[in-house]
């Protein structure tokens, strides 16, 4: 008698199965076993001491004036070899230690100094040490920001209106150290700030024309200043020569030193006439009667006429 033995498929697949999953298990055991453990990128153990000796000497994040004085006292110590020492400002070398001698490799200590920048915003420093092959130690996990904050006031978008006979509402006047325009209205209780006017002389081809309060103008005859502070603001338009760039070059109270009082030793006056958006007539130098050099850019115009709805949009920089 032939006796026939029959296997349970679904059995026999679920043995197979079984198999094949401890064996993963274990290759995956294996494999962790084997894994190199990747260190941080700061996991060398430098440590950088930074030491405040004196007023100047940076211990943490601190705001200057523009082209302060900073300086760095610090010891940067390492358990491998250090072979440079580097100072970074946004993330970009600007002094660079050389370590020869065998007893400074692993300690090293220094002072540098440096002048801020002269334009405002935000700048980093830190040391850091490298190996013989330019590779990232660690900086001891210090980072200092210094915050340089502006030393001139800039007051952007400005409209000024001609004045008008009527109402005596329309902003014809502007302090340049508040940064407000002002109407013959408003600007009675406050012509101590006022620093100059605005108005269209209708006369010849003078045009749009910024003039101090200490110039009386005939044409302004229907307003009574007489109650008034004069302030006695020089202005010139500064010459296409000059070259200047508005935005990008007038960035301090240097700057304005450089290009506005430098070019105002001559040639200032209590009035500028047919002042436009062209080159030679668009940025007007002035002093204050306080002293302070700065500024008036012309970005537009509207119209050529005395008409109240004459209008002229201005940026001024000035000198804190």
Known sequence: ?????????????DIYMKKYLILLA??????????KKVEPIDAYGV?????????????GDVTLNPNDSIYLDFTIASP???AYVEIQRNGVKVDTFRLNNAA???????????????SAGDYTYRVLARDDRATFLGDGGKVFKVTVTPDFYFWSYRIMKVPDTTNKTNPAFYSVMDGKTYSYTTGASNSASIDFGYYFDITGTNRHCLYALNSAQPQLSFYDFSSWTKNATLLKKMPTSLNI???TMLRSSGA??????????????????????SAGSNIIGFKTAAGKYGAILIRYTNQNSADQLTAIEIDVKVQK
């Open 256 to 277: 304005i030193n450089t290009l506005i009082k430098n070019n105002m030793t001559s040639g200032t006056s209590s009035k500028v006439t047919d002042v436009s958006t």
């Open 47 to 59: 440590t950088v001491e930074y030491k405040g000796t004196g007023a100047k000497f940076l211990t």
């Open 104 to 118: 400074n490799k692993k300690v090293f200590s220094a002072i540098k100094g440096y002048k801020v920048d002269s």
């Open 245 to 247: 760039n508005y935005v």
């Open 1 to 13: 008698m032939v006796h026939l033995i029959l296997y349970n498929n679904s059995t026999n697949k």
């Open 80 to 82: 491998e070899d250090m």
């Open 26 to 35: 274990g290759l995956a055991i294996l494999i962790a076993g084997c894994e």
